[in-house]
């Protein structure tokens, strides 16, 4: 999981997926919200997930967590 | 029947604000609004102008453009957030300006951003049943900064005010359908009422905008594209046969993501956004007044335009031009 959104989030950026930190916030990856909103419709149909944003998940591990959680 | 779009024409109030004049009252930047927005300065209302005066210019051009005469509109369909008053309807008092008939059918429709598409669905309906027969005229006509809550950096800078007109003319063999949905959700994108004085409630609410961003934007994207392509999916078209699409202007990020989902050429889409922000439902026609008036589409082009807002609502509507 952690590996698929690390992924899509580097296609996303251009960058090699080494250069990605699971625990860096989203901001500091350079993405704003509307990055993330689009991001986020991208997981949504690539994981078959529904994703409710909120302040709080703001890098790539507590994503992980809330999708898993998910169920 | 159906109907074919015989004019158009548009009218912007003459104060421009640039993204610097927002910088004097707001924490922000034009560097900020521009990667966000793709706004760089909208169009608001001064003393001496009014949704009226907006309108009205907006639908004088559009006749003009058509050739037609006051006395030979049989409707008009104003679409608005809020007219100038509560009531009177901001259409009747259009028709009295533009010297229309006292038997013209006068109404104004608030469907947000999708008020444009679900004014010409309603006029494709008198069409229809035979209740008009020769010609009409959608206009809307907003004013967003009367809305915007220009305290709140996140939002004020998206919005302008505008009017754009469209005059139709009954067409017996023109393609004309729509494509929509709505939810009731009033959470991630309202404007609230404004406090009255009424002595038996406490409400003291300001009539402002409220928008959650991210979900906005989310909604809108998947919407433009299960929208356009349920309308050309009936219509047994392929974006290939439409020779433009005209989006709701809300925020260029919307229209490059919504682009980028439907894997469309990017010069199908005009935009202008850029100038004049999101004029609610004003940002189509007027779009399709500038793209008209810049030759960018011919007599005979298969046309979709597509909006998406308050509601939750969204709106495809497939046309003939």
């Not at chain 2, 210019?57 to 559009?62: E, M, P, R």
């Not at chain 2, 402002?208 to 349920?230: D, P, T, Y």
């Not at chain 2, 199908?268 to 810049?294: C, M, Q, W, Y």
């Not at chain 2, 979709?304 to 497939?318: E, N, Q, R, T």
Request: glycine content about 6%.
């Amino acid at each position: 999981m952690k590996e698929k959104l690390i992924a899509i989030i580097a296609e996303y950026l251009g960058k090699d997926a080494s250069e990605i930190e699971a625990d860096a916030t989203f901001e500091d990856l350079g993405l704003d919200s509307l990055d993330i909103a689009e991001l986020v419709m991208q997981i949504e149909d690539e994981l078959s997930v529904t994703i409710e944003l909120n302040a709080e998940l703001n890098n790539i591990d507590k994503l992980v967590e809330y999708i898993e959680n998910q169920g | 029947m159906s109907f074919r779009i015989l004019g158009t024409g548009s009218a912007l109030p003459a104060t421009t604000v640039s993204n610097e004049d927002l910088t004097k009252f707001l924490d922000t930047s034009d560097e900020w609004i521009r990667t966000r927005t793709g706004i760089t300065e909208r169009h608001v209302m001064n003393d001496e102008e009014s949704l009226l005066t907006l309108a009205t210019a907006a639908c004088q051009n559009a006749l003009e453009m058509a050739q037609t005469a006051p006395e030979e509109i049989e409707l008009i369909v104003c679409t608005t957030l809020a007219g100038d008053y509560t009531s009177p309807a901001l259409s009747c008092l259009i028709a009295k300006e533009l010297g229309l008939s006292d038997r013209v059918i006068t109404m104004d429709t608030n469907m947000g951003c999708c008020g444009f598409e679900y004014g010409l669905q309603i006029a494709h309906a008198y069409f229809a049943s035979g209740m008009i027969s020769k010609k009409a005229i959608v206009v809307s006509a907003e004013g967003l900064s009367r809305h915007a809550d220009w305290t709140d950096r996140a939002t004020c800078c998206l919005f302008g005010d505008a009017s754009g007109a469209v005059v139709l003319e009954a067409a017996p063999d023109r393609k004309v359908d729509f494509d929509w949905t709505v939810s009731g959700n009033a959470d991630i994108l309202n404007i609230t009422r404004h406090a009255d004085n009424s002595p038996w409630n406490s409400y003291d609410g300001k009539g402002v905008l409220h928008m959650n961003g991210q979900e906005v934007f989310k909604f809108a994207v998947s919407s433009i594209n299960a929208r356009i392509c349920a309308v050309l999916e009936k219509n047994g078209l392929a974006p290939d046969d439409i020779a433009k699409f005209f989006l709701h202007q809300a925020n260029i990020r919307i229209i490059n993501s919504a682009i980028h989902k439907m894997g469309v050429a990017p010069e199908k889409f005009p935009h202008n956004i850029e100038r004049l922000g999101n004029t609610s439902s004003a940002t189509i026609p007027v779009l399709l007044d500038e793209t008209v008036r810049a030759g960018g589409i011919q007599r005979g082009d298969k046309i979709v335009l597509c909006a998406f807002g308050a509601g939750l609502a969204s709106i495809a509507c497939l046309l003939e031009y």
